[in-house]
């Protein structure tokens, strides 16, 4: 598997505007960027480089990748087949969604890198960035201030030998897991640590540690545990956070992204397959003789697109997995059951080929559900009580429609927390969303 997922790349056109854009940013941000002006400056690290990883902390050179638009997204109803009257627009009219921020990609040796992943952790954002196809290239953004409505571009770090799958925060470190070129790896697939300094990324204390199979898909903190998956010859790991020691694994076919299920102590893997995707679930923090100690496997339709991406994230104890061309699937994790879905959006009616829609990412939080399907954009759904309560009854959830960019770029993941929304688009960067309800 040499990309993780051409379904998470770019499309053609969105290559071809990629860098006129941001050419604008950089004229714009130099202006200011939003109405607001700039924030006031803090005391930063100062830029770092090492031959295959340079870090930007300088505030002017980042600044000039972030446009401030302010602007309000407005939610598409869908389609005449899945409409449901005026009960659709009142539920619709209660979100409100605003394009606060818009971060460009970052430029790799000359190449303009696409947004793979988001993740959120209190008020920060984290980015990662690859390469569709060769070289393997890669970045990762730090954004700041989330909760006081004025988030900020903080430090960046790009890689000229790696791809950046996914990311997470974890006290003062990031987790990076990549798929590299480094000639002391025996397989392209390794984790990557890097240290947080207030606003600013720093080389020092920089690590890695290989994994197998040929790139590293997904990673995730649970305490003083780091999880991470690799592959379709790869599986399951677990290290520890302080030494970056590995504390256990457990081989698994095609293991796509790995979540943490905090009421039910357990650990979650979606896995691809054929027919179906599967999802492995695990003991927390249970490591028998290095290995980890598994509890059940449960089948799901979906995630049978080779090499591309299969999120899961865990609310109420059930399992809300992005299954590709089967939309999202809900699984309750005591039984296994499938207790909801919802169907991808229709290729057809979108004039759009069936391989560029397929569901990358679905995120939960409160009763609302956003889905990242591709070059169809991104769609927000609501459910009839909140996703967190702990129940395993049928899940009774309402498409309201696609959130209406001003340009179609490829939506390869969704964070949602907190009422902000981060969605990354691929060679579009990552637009930055605050999400009002009434």
């Known amino acids: 598997m040499r990309i993780y997922g051409d379904f998470f790349a770019g499309s053609a056109r969105t290559a071809k505007r990629a860098l006129p854009a941001l050419a604008l940013a950089g004229t714009l941000a130099a202006c200011g960027g939003g109405s607001d002006g700039p924030a006031p400056e803090v005391a930063k690290l100062p830029d770092e480089a090492n031959g295959r990883v340079a870090v930007t902390n300088t505030q002017a050179d980042l600044d000039i990748r972030v446009l401030n638009p302010e602007t309000r997204i407005p939610i598409d109803a869908p389609d005449a087949a899945n409409k449901s009257g005026p009960s659709i627009a009142r539920k619709t009219n209660r979100v409100t969604l605003t394009l606060g921020s818009e971060v460009f990609p970052p430029v790799v040796e000359g190449e303009v890198v696409q947004a793979t992943s988001v993740s959120i952790k209190g008020d920060h954002g984290v980015v990662s960035y690859n390469m569709r196809g060769a070289p393997r290239l890669g970045a990762i953004d730090w954004i700041k201030g989330l909760a006081n409505d004025k988030p900020r571009l903080t430090a960046s770090a790009t890689f000229n030998d790696s791809d950046v799958s996914a990311l997470v925060v974890d006290g003062n470190n990031i987790y990076a897991a990549m798929a590299t070129n480094a000639p002391e790896f025996p397989f392209p697939s390794v984790l990557e640590r890097m240290q947080i300094q207030g ?240």
């Open 199 to 438: 606003d600013s990324l720093t080389l020092s204390g920089n690590e890695r540690v290989g994994l197998t199979s040929f790139v590293a898909t997904s990673v995730m903190e649970n305490g003083n545990t780091i999880y991470a998956t690799s592959g379709n010859t790869g599986g399951v790991f677990a290290f520890d956070q302080t030494d970056m020691s590995q504390l256990g694994e457990f081989p698994l076919s095609d293991a796509r992204w790995v979540a943490l299920d905090n009421e039910g102590r357990r650990i979650v893997v979606a896995q691809g397959g054929q027919p179906e995707g599967q999802i492995s679930v695990f003991e927390e923090d249970a490591f028998p003789n290095g290995s980890m100690n598994l509890l059940n496997t449960f089948p799901f339709p979906g995630a049978n697109v080779p090499e591309s991406k299969t999120t899961v994230e865990i609310a109420g104890g059930k399992a809300f997995i992005a299954a590709g061309p089967e939309g999202v699937q809900v699984v309750c994790l005591d039984t296994g059951d499938v207790i909801g879905n919802v169907p991808r959006p229709d290729p057809a009616s979108l004039g759009l080929s069936p391989d560029v829609v397929v569901t990358n990412a679905v995120t939960v939080d409160d009763d609302l559900m956003f889905i990242s399907n591709g070059e169809a954009g991104v769609y927000v759904a609501t459910g009839a009580r909140d996703f967190r309560e702990d129940n395993c009854d049928t899940q009774d959830i309402t498409m309201l429609g696609k959130l209406r960019f001003d340009d179609l770029q490829s939506a390869n993941h969704v964070a949602y927390k907190n009422r902000y929304l981060l969605v990354a688009a691929g060679l579009g960067g990552v637009k930055v969303v605050r999400v009002r309800t009434d």
